[in-house]
């Protein structure tokens, strides 16, 4: 069975040979052209033989494109999770939401020649993700702590710039399959509880994510949804047209057998990036893998983290997660 036919009758709840799994990551020192960060990439799929292949450009990329500026700082963070720290914001007050552009299309250009040297090398045995933010996420990165008050105080100027941000992440989106890759993970920082209410993220989250997802679903059927944080809305995004669900089920509610229960579609999780796969052993990992099966009785799931694994997670027990799949 190859790793595409794997996912497919993950995604449909029918019999496979075994369950699907993937790991990604983040690639600091390659992340600054095409060519290098395809290479790394194409030798983190070798090494492993994941079953699909989430790409994970530079952190705050497509917000890099607008404008938003970032360093690499030699600290423990970026030593482990390999993410840049934000030092300047393109949005100085409400009225620069109706202006945004895109300030350097080289960047965005820079990721489709990825996926195509990608997508060229490995063949298409795995099907390919590229990694997007949502608008909300976006507009997070592009005024700083400042997108809580612009919500709350600039609501329309605010929905003018995400108006934006979807129609262009939106054709970034179609980019990328044409380029491609297979399908978008879509991701969202802004969707839990601790940060906005339902209603709020309704209204600046929800409505601007369908507007990307209902163009992407008229073009492909793999889409992988990510829920980021703690305390999230699981029950708000259950209903969102993917095919796979992924969040830190091991951090937070719900768990992937109640995420069963609420979703149609298959869940990606199971193996906590960060106390199993960084700092415990290989027997813990197996531990996981085996409970992750036992929840969802071996249906419907494929074998992941939370997030991005850490850069220095060490390899054995990253290859006891595949070896625990065929026990």
Known sequence: MTSKERIYKTIKGEQTDRAPFA???????????????????????????FDLIKIT?????????????????????????????IISYPIKNSKDWSKLSILNKNILDRELKSLEIIRQEV??????????????TIAKDLSGKNWIKYLKENPEELKQG????????????????????????????????????????KEFGAKYDYQ??????????????????LNIMFDLLKDYPVQIINWHDRRTAPSLADAQKLFKGAVLGGINEWEELLEKNPVAILKQ????????NGKRLIIGPGCVIPINAPKANINAIKEALYY
């Open 289 to 296: 893998v085996k409970d992750a099966i036992r929840q969802t």
């Open 57 to 85: 450009p530079a952190s705050g990329y497509f917000t890099e494109a607008f404008g938003t500026k970032f360093i690499y700082k030699n600290n423990e963070e970026y030593a482990q999770k390999g993410t840049r720290q």
């Open 162 to 201: 995400l108006s934006i941000i979807a129609e262009i992440a939106a054709e970034f989106c179609k980019n990328s399959l044409n380029a491609g890759a297979d399908g978008i993970f879509f991701f969202t920082q802004t969707a839990n509880y601790d940060i906005l209410t339902e209603k709020e993220y």
């Open 123 to 136: 063949g298409n045995n795995s099907p390919i993700f590229q990694t997007v933010p949502n608008p909300l």
């Open 23 to 49: 790991l990604w990551q983040h690639f600091p020192k390659t992340e600054k052209t095409a060519k290098g960060f395809a290479e790394a990439v194409i030798n983190f799929q070798k090494k492993f033989e």
């Open 212 to 229: 990307i997802l209902d163009e992407l679903k008229q073009q492909t059927d793999l889409l992988i949804l990510h829920i980021h944080g």
